[in-house]
């Protein structure tokens, strides 16, 4: 009865706490936990570079996982899989839209009743939220404002995709209505004051916490704060060797991508290129402070600190302008970086993880039984806190799923010549999207075998392979090249991961695979 309300008293101590709160379920006395998520953040072209801060508090003083990859390279999809630990085949999210289960009725009801807030909860935790949730969240034909996703405490949700200004929110089911005033407005800085507030109010009072501070930026339409706005002049978007090429021997929608690109076309990036990286510096001073936070709490030292991007980002690779979508290294692969008592400062892990891992590695830090739930990921726990630092690591995936089903309108406004069946299009016909770039990829990544086998479901039954170790950039597609063995085997691989669920997902590493 003194825990239910000393928690009741929280939830109504600040103006945006709703006495909705209830008590825990069970007293958990398990470490604080902060995991912060960008949106569209890279890691490939550069994306961390602005924040310095970030690195220095978080990587530093923690570890960087070099090789953390999405279950799918697209915000809405990736986010349900990050929530239920999931991959999208078991999940059901397949685009932005409600018709493709984002936020829908079903997702309510069958997945958000399982993700891993509900599971934190039951185990006593204390849990907050602020910021981008699910694409279509808050739309009026499934619940609208009124709807608070089970197992948040407090909720500063906001409604449908991430911008900065004009803006409306969920806070624990009211709605609040934003404008143009950086000094309260200003999403980023919004998600940083509540979150501050909530530890203040919070204070080790009450059972430990689980936040998660979802931050609009980088994505468009990358409204830099007022200070940061002639950050990185001269700064453009970088000219790896997949910039500005030609993916002649890749699927047809990367093929449609005019080479080379107008010089419209490559100002136009750059300068969102330099956009991007100016609104993250409002991230960089989020972490700031909150780590500042924590340790005027003296809750530093038992609080993990996890961060990570919903999804990866091109920026003229391939010659297609920006968006994100595609099965490259660009778009799939994205940051990870964890600090937390009695994890190695500075350290460098190279082993496989997943967004799908996230979940999982939450709730055993909480001391959630993740064999009992239905999540496809693994915690990374085992890699985080190895039992015999002396021995071999633990025996890990070597093989993981990316899937994307592609979306296509009746008709693109913006090239209307293409007639149905495209999507995400610039003024000079050139595509991110289409309903039939929808494919499902193996990679197989151990010690020095790094595969990349994918299908497309169109009418070509295209195929692309790529060794990552000889080929960074992917520029050669090698299914013609290879042993033809080499590809039944991957084939199999991606059947096998394509049908899994729950612990037939965790499998340790397949057969190691011989050399090219």
């Keep these: ?76 999809p990736s986010r349900s899989s990050i929530l239920t630990g999931k991959y999208p085949h078991n999940h059901g999210v397949v685009n932005n839209s409600l018709s493709g289960n984002c936020s829908s009725a079903a997702w309510q009801k069958l997945q958000e009743t399982d993700a891993f807030p509900v599971h934190l909860r039951r185990a006593g935790y204390h849990t907050f939220f602020a910021g981008k949730y699910l694409n279509q969240y808050g739309d009026g034909s499934v619940g609208g404002v009124a709807h608070v996703p089970p197992g948040w405490d407090v909720w500063n949700g906001l409604v449908q995709n991430s911008k900065y200004y004009n803006y409306t929110l969920s806070v624990n089911g009211k709605l609040e209505e934003h404008g143009t005033d950086y000094s309260k407005d200003y999403l980023t800085d919004l998600i940083a004051n509540r979150s501050l507030h909530f530890l203040d109010a919070w204070n080790r009072r009450t059972a430990p916490f689980f936040m998660m501070l979802s931050t609009p930026a980088p994505h468009s339409p990358w409204d830099a704060a007022p ?99 595609q099965l490259y290294e660009f778009d799939i692969r994205v940051p990870m970086l964890v600090r937390g008592p009695g994890i190695k400062a500075k350290q460098i892990l190279r082993a496989p993880v997943m967004n799908i891992d996230l979940g999982p590695t939450f709730l055993e830090l909480a001391g959630v039984n993740v064999s009992q739930t239905r999540m496809d990921g693994t915690s990374m726990v085992p890699l985080l806190h190895p039992v015999d630092k002396a021995a071999a690591p633990p025996a890990w995936r070597s093989d993981f799923l990316v899937e994307y089903q592609g979306e296509g309108h009746d008709a693109d406004p ?103």
């Design 1 to 76: 009865m003194r825990t239910s309300r000393l928690l009741l008293l929280l939830g109504c101590c600040c103006c945006f706490f709703s006495c909705c709160c209830c008590s825990a379920e069970s007293r958990s006395h398990g470490p604080n936990v902060v995991f912060v998520l960008t949106d569209d953040q890279d890691v490939v072209l550069g994306g961390m570079t602005p924040l310095k801060k970030t690195i220095a508090l978080i990587g530093d003083e923690g570890a960087t996982f070099t090789n953390a990859f999405v279950a799918s390279p697209l915000c809405c």
């Design 227 to 325: 200070q940061f706005q002639n950050s990185f002049v001269g700064t453009k978007a970088p000219r790896d060797a997949s910039f500005n090429v030609h993916g002649k021997d890749k699927h047809w929608l990367i093929q449609q991508a005019k080479t080379p690109m107008s010089n419209d076309s490559v100002n136009f990036l750059d300068n969102a290129f330099r956009k991007r990286w100016q609104t993250l510096l409002s991230v960089d001073d989020l972490v700031e402070r909150l780590v500042k936070k924590l340790s005027s709490l003296n809750v530093l030292n038992s609080t993990y600190i996890f961060f990570s991007s919903d999804n990866g980002y091109h920026s003229g690779q391939f010659s297609l302008p920006n968006d994100k979508r």
């Design 414 to 516: 913006a090239c209307p010549k293409l007639g149905p069946g495209v999507a995400e299009c610039f003024p000079d016909c050139v595509c991110e999207d289409a309903f039939n770039n929808t494919y499902a990829c193996v990679r197989t990544l151990s010690g020095t075998v790094d595969l990349q086998y994918c299908e497309f479901a169109d009418a070509q039954a295209m195929v692309e392979l790529y060794n990552v170790t000889a080929d960074a950039h992917q520029l050669t597609n090698i299914v013609k090249a290879v042993d033809p063995n080499l590809l039944v085997t991957m084939n199999q691989r991606l059947m096998a991961l394509q049908s899994c669920v729950g612990a037939a997902c965790r499998k340790p590493a397949s057969k190691a695979l011989g050399p090219l």
